[in-house]
DNA sequence: ACCTGAACACCGTTCAAGT
DNA sequence: ACCTGAACACCGTTCAAGT
């Protein structure tokens, strides 16, 4: 399964690069050559290193040992380079065989988490994904092996299609969620603590609702959380009169 | 109903703004005083004329005719600032009135329906809010009224409270998704066709499902998708058996 | 208690000029 | 076709010093 998305990768960095012999001057302290795949495989280090907030296209130029202005020959803007990054991510992803048709629920529960639990090692560049529409190989391999799963539920193309959408933007916002949204840990808990303070002393006349519900209110997201999510979108999905 | 909000939206302004009486000096051109309040209608203004990614420190501070250090008595940081903005814009949200239990599920998608527009007139907004955890009186007040129409669907409170956060999450994130996403009209346009490029031109022999379902996927957002997903997820969380 | 001036430490992107 | 140098046009936030 792993294997069939390398070589869709390898097209995919084609796309863009400008083709580039590594020309061998063994003279020199060899500075490899720039090319798609070596930017984001920087970029990809740099992240893993330091977090998303880090790999900005001079920081990154840094690295290569260039200026900015080169990067722009081998992606658009920032928000592509974040696009490649997730398809980067994505190639770990393992996707579910053939299976048992019954299995459908299950194995999209399980696909979802995995993607999921991708991201959230990553937090800022789900952020960021969050506002992209991602398009690499293998996030469409992803996008098809989820809309199969559905298929083989019995759904049809529209609800299928549209659902797809709506389990991978909460995936995707669940992940942005998780972590550090601020580089300052302090601050991060003082901002989660906002919400958390308002909900805890919120008065019960002027907000019955959320005093009646306060406990599940703050009842944090986790895994339970998402599995519960995923399911009731499911549900939705497959029961859609669409 | 409106009525209602208005008064928390002044004791919300009065938690983080220091007393400050406005000092009527004739004999000055009268630079209105500094508030949470002045701040905050400034923003709305830049934000209503320009889009919010004019709305910076800086440009706010020179608007106030003060420094950018200036605004920091007032909000801990950009991010809050936001959060105050999107509670601002939720003032003018109309809330359903007491109604009939039984139209639980369409007052749901009608609040849903009419908080999603609220925010499209304001894209970057949107972005901003889907990383964000807003706790604004006006936005717990929505939280409140969300909470209890499900709990008049028979919804118990843990999948009640899940709930109404999948359910703004997906109409923050609808709303984000429209309009300009970059401030170039042309980027813009070239992003949204990668993807449907990539999935109009997605080879069916790697992509099956992708190719099954072509039409489907490029079928365009609008208001039929928004209220498909509400009522899906409406759906799949008031079956919920947790 | 608040505001000012000024700095610190950065950004993404473009473009003329070179090779 | 690509890379370089340099600029353009900005950011959020902090902090000592003033009032």
């Known amino acids: 399964m792993r294997g069939a998305v390398a070589p869709a990768a390898v097209f995919y960095d084609h796309v863009m690069s400008p083709r580039r012999e590594p020309v061998s001057r063994r003279d020199r302290p060899a500075k490899p050559p720039l090319s798609r795949a070596a930017l984001v495989g920087a970029a990809l280090r740099i992240m893993r290193d330091e977090g998303l907030e880090r790999v900005t296209m001079r920081r990154l130029a840094a690295e290569l040992d260039t200026g900015p202005a080169a990067l722009y020959v081998y992606v658009r803007n920032a928000a592509e380079l974040h696009g490649a990054l997730l398809d980067a991510l994505l190639a770990d992803l393992p996707l579910p065989g053939p299976g048992t048709p019954s299995r459908w629920r299950d194995d999209l ?31 469409l391999r992803l996008f098809d092996t989820l809309l199969g799963l559905l298929r083989a ?55 019955p609702q959320i005093a009646h519900a306060r406990d599940e209110l703050l009842s944090g997201p986790g895994e339970e959380r998402l599995r519960w999510s995923l399911t009731a979108m499911i549900d939705g999905i497959a029961g859609s009169r669409a």
Do not use: K, M
Request: hydrophobic share 50%; net charge negative.
């Open 153 to 207: 539920g019995g759904v049809r193309p529209r609800p299928a299609a549209w659902g797809v959408d709506l389990l991978l933007q909460h995936a995707t916002a669940t992940a942005a969620e998780q972590g550090t949204r601020s580089a300052d840990a302090a601050t991060e808990a003082a901002e989660e603590q906002a919400l958390a303070t308002a909900i805890a002393e919120a008065d019960a006349a002027a907000y």
């Open 109 to 139: 529960v399980e696909l979802l988490c995995a993607y999921t639990s991708l991201l959230i090692g990553h937090p800022s560049l789900a952020r960021s994904v969050l506002l992209l529409r991602p398009y690499g190989p293998n996030f």
